[in-house]
C-alpha cells in the first residue's frame, strides 16, 4: 500500500463548516503560538475524511506561506502492518523532519534556507541515507548517551522489530523521550508543525507513546488524524491518555480546548448534487434524485 495521501486536486464540495474549524485551529496556532492540539475525523469509508484532510493541510500550507510562517506538514498514510512495527510511523514522520531541517541548513540559491514545506511522498533507500547522516549529527549535538543512540538509530533504518523484547520500560521511556528531543530540535524554528495522518487505527503502539509524549511537551504542534469510526480499544493508544483527551480535564484545560473531535455525516442533498453536477462538467446541471443517491 502506497503512503501517499491523495492531493485534493480539483474543486472541493461541501464540508465547509467542518474544514473552517481545522484551518481557524491552526491559524491561531500561528498568530498566537500556545499548547498542542489534536483533531480527530472521524467517519465511515467513502465519506471523504482523508480528501477533507489534503484539502486542510493544503489550505494551511497557504496560509502559512501568505504569514511568512516557517511551517511544516508531514502527510503519511498509515497501513495494515504498521500495527506490529514498532516506532515504524514516527520514524516516516522524523525522516520528513530531519529532511526540512537539513534543506533549512542547506540553503538556496539566495543563501537563504527553506522554512516551509509540506511532505506527502513515500522515499526511496538512495533518500534516506543522507538524512541518517543529519540525524546522526543532531544525536551528538544533543549529547544522546551511547546506548540509546544505538537503539534510535536502529528505529531510524527500520530494524527495530527484532530489538523491541530486549526493550525494558525504562529504556522504552528513555527511547521516546530522545525521539521527542530530536522532533522538538528538528523543528524549533517552526510556527506549526503538522502532522496529519491517515487511518490511524494501524498505527504502532509506541508510535502513539511518542505523539502522547510530543502533545504533552510541544508547543506549535497539530496532530491531524483520520480513521474510520473506532472504540479506543482499538487504537494502539495508552487508554487514559485517550480518556484524557476525549473527556478533556476541567482543572487544566478548561480555557484551552486542545482536543477536537469531527465526526462526519453523510453529505446533505445540496452538496450531493453539486457534486455530481461538478463531477460530470456542468455545474447548472440539475439532477436527477436517483443519480445523487
Known amino acids: 500500500q502506497q503512503r501517499v495521501w491523495k ?7 461541501g464540508r465547509e463548516r467542518e474544514r473552517a474549524k481545522i484551518v481557524s485551529i491552526a491559524e491561531e496556532m500561528v498568530m498566537f503560538g500556545g499548547s498542542s492540539k489534536f483533531v480527530f475525523v472521524t467517519a465511515d469509508s467513502g465519506a471523504g475524511k482523508s480528501f477533507l484532510c489534503s484539502q486542510v493541510t493544503k489550505q494551511i500550507h497557504e496560509i502559512c506561506v ?12 498509515c497501513t495494515e502492518g504498521d500495527s506490529f512495527s514498532p516506532f515504524n510511523i514516527i520514524r516516516l514522520v522524523l525522516l520528513d523532519i530531519l529532511d526540512h531541517n537539513l ?12 522554512t516551509s514545506a509540506m511532505f506527502s ?24 548517551p551511547p546506548l540509546q543512540f544505538e537503539i534510535i538509530c536502529r528505529i531510524m533504518m527500520g530494524a ?30 517552526c510556527d506549526l508543525v503538522v502532522l496529519a495522518l491517515d487511518d490511524v487505527l494501524h498505527m504502532d503502539e509506541m508510535s502513539w507513546k511518542v505523539i502522547q509524549k510530543l ?43 486542545r482536543f477536537f473531535e469531527i465526526t462526519l455525516s453523510p453529505m446533505d442533498r445540496i452538496d450531493l448534487d453539486r457534486l455530481v453536477a461538478d463531477s460530470l462538467g456542468d455545474a447548472t446541471l440539475e439532477v436527477d434524485e436517483k443519480l445523487s443517491h
Open 7 to 13: 492531493d485534493a486536486n480539483g474543486k472541493f464540495v
Open 66 to 77: 501568505v504569514r511568512n510562517a516557517p511551517h511544516l506538514i508531514s502527510r503519511n498514510v
Open 103 to 114: 534543506k533549512r541548513g542547506d540553503g538556496d540559491h539566495d543563501g537563504v534556507g527553506q
Open 121 to 144: 511522498t513515500d522515499r526511496r533507500e538512495s533518500d534516506v541515507a543522507p538524512l541518517l547522516v543529519h540525524f546522526v549529527t543532531i544525536c551528538r549535538e544533543l549529547k544522546i
Open 160 to 189: 527495530m522489530e527484532e530489538g523491541m523484547t530486549s526493550l525494558t520500560d525504562e529504556t522504552a521511556d528513555s527511547t521516546i523521550g530522545n525521539l521527542v528531543r530530536v522532533f522538538l530540535y528538528c523543528s524549533l524554528y
Open 215 to 257: 502533545f504533552e511537551n510541544g508547543v506549535h504542534f497539530l496532530a491531524l488524524f483520520t480513521s474510520g469510526p473506532v472504540a479506543s480499544q482499538d487504537l494502539h493508544v495508552d487508554s487514559e491518555f485517550w480518556d484524557y483527551l476525549r473527556r478533556g480535564n476541567p482543572g487544566e484545560m478548561n480555557s484551552d480546548q
